[in-house]
């Protein structure tokens, strides 16, 4: 019902468009650089979260895990936005074998090294914790 | 108008290299051995986003082989490594489920 709505909305204003003589390659070229733009902005706060995650957390596990959740979304959102930016299909193709790779060991890696560290007698601080303050550093 | 995604794959490699830095950080001081070891894993998944997003750059996508390659490399590394810190070995028969040797695991 309210797709019906929403069409017959749309309707006139793709006549006039397609009566205007609308460049449609220019309009894809656009949609396509902002959705980069935003792809590759997330990607990148995601990564860089990590990074600073991993500087600032105050043990291993929890370390690892800013490291291992913001490398998966991160490198996926990058990679999509280098997907929409890709001409031929043979880029493409060796990009989602990135993408698919990274989205298959990056966890295995993660979970490897923690099971590792478990197994080897690698303790987690338990109980309250106060981040440093600048004036600790000091 | 000028084409912006230049620049815009310019400035993601240079964020992602001052993402690098900061795990370089964490590899120099880490204070256990693992804590080494995920740096370097993370190092490696910035690395193989940096050389996609330098493929793009020099207007040369075929580079992206090299990320592929990379990636995998990365992996098997990280997996052989923690198999040596856990066994002391790297021949090890994994099917046997040997004991994890625990002297000086920091």
């Known amino acids: ?138 | 108008m000028r084409d912006p995604m230049p620049y815009i794959m310019l400035a993601t490699a240079l964020f992602l290299i001052v993402g690098m830095v900061l795990m370089l950080t964490r590899l120099i001081g880490g204070p256990s051995l693992y804590d080494r070891l995920l740096a370097v894993n993370s190092f490696g998944t910035k690395t193989v986003l940096f050389l996609c997003v330098f493929g793009f750059i020099i207007d040369r996508p075929d580079g992206i082989d090299i990320a592929l390659l990379y990636a995998l490399m990365n992996f098997i590394a990280t997996i052989a490594v923690l198999k040596f810190f856990s066994y002391k070995a790297l021949t090890v028969d994994l099917r046997v489920i040997p004991e994890p040797s625990k002297d000086d695991a920091s």
């Open chain 1, 1 to 138: 019902m309210m797709l019906a709505q929403i069409i017959m909305a749309a309707e006139p204003v793709v006549r006039d468009a397609a009566a205007a003589n609308v460049d449609w390659v220019s309009v894809w070229d656009f949609v396509r650089n902002v959705l980069t733009v935003i792809s590759l902005a997330g990607g990148l706060f995601f990564v860089l979260a990590g990074a600073v995650g991993v500087i600032r957390l105050p043990d291993f596990y929890t370390r690892l895990h800013a490291a291992g959740m913001t490398d998966t979304l991160g490198a996926e959102l990058i990679l999509f936005g280098l997907i929409l930016q890709a001409d031929g299909w043979q880029v493409i193709a060796k990009l989602l074998l990135v993408a698919f790779f990274l989205f298959v060991t990056s966890p295995t890696a993660t979970h490897a090294v923690a099971h590792a560290a478990y197994k080897a007698g690698e303790k987690p601080k338990l109980g309250r914790w106060r981040a440093p303050t600048l004036e600790d550093e000091a």
